[in-house]
């Protein structure tokens, strides 16, 4: 099980699919995530609260994958999305729509697990702009001008 800092990630999976999930699932317990499984993106969408990465199947029958994130952006959740998919095309369909990271059918564990992590970690970086003042500071030379 991995050592997961400042804690263990909440991750939300969703998919038509319970073998799918279920097995999904497990994976992710067996590395310390605390899992959230869910077969209907409409019902995910209500779930989505303290949630850090949602592994989404690009296609369901109630609502793509795609089409889940656009949804969630749009009520104004801030998790980090990982479309899974067999579908050719899906992945610039994901990344149009959002989404973080993405994963082809058949998924190794390893790889989820990967994608998981640079995705936990991910909503941790500070955004690029932090500690760079957007005007100079009064009385504090500009990086520029050297005296």
Same mark, same amino acid.
């Given at each position: 099980m991995r050592t997961w800092r400042p804690r263990p990630p909440v991750v939300l999976v969703v998919d038509d699919d319970p073998d799918i999930l279920r097995l999904l699932g497990m994976c992710l317990e067996a590395e310390g995530c605390e899992v959230r499984e869910t077969m209907s993106p409409a019902a995910a969408l209500e779930r989505l609260d303290r949630v850090d990465v949602v592994v989404v199947d690009q296609r369901m029958p109630e609502m793509s994958g795609t089409d889940f994130i656009e949804a969630a952006r749009s009520h104004g959740y801030d998790c980090r999305f990982l479309v899974i998919s067999g579908k050719r095309g899906a992945r610039a369909e994901a990344a149009q729509a959002g989404a973080e990271g993405f994963l082809a059918k058949p998924i190794g564990m390893r790889d989820l697990i990967? !994608? &998981? !992590?640079? #995705? /936990?970690? #991910?909503? /941790?970086? $500070? $955004?690029?702009? &932090?500690g760079v003042p957007k005007a100079p500071i009064s009385g504090v030379p500009s990086p520029k001008s050297s005296s």
């Open positions: 990967g !994608e &998981v !992590e640079r #995705l /936990f970690y #991910l909503g /941790f970086a $500070p $955004p690029s702009h &932090v």
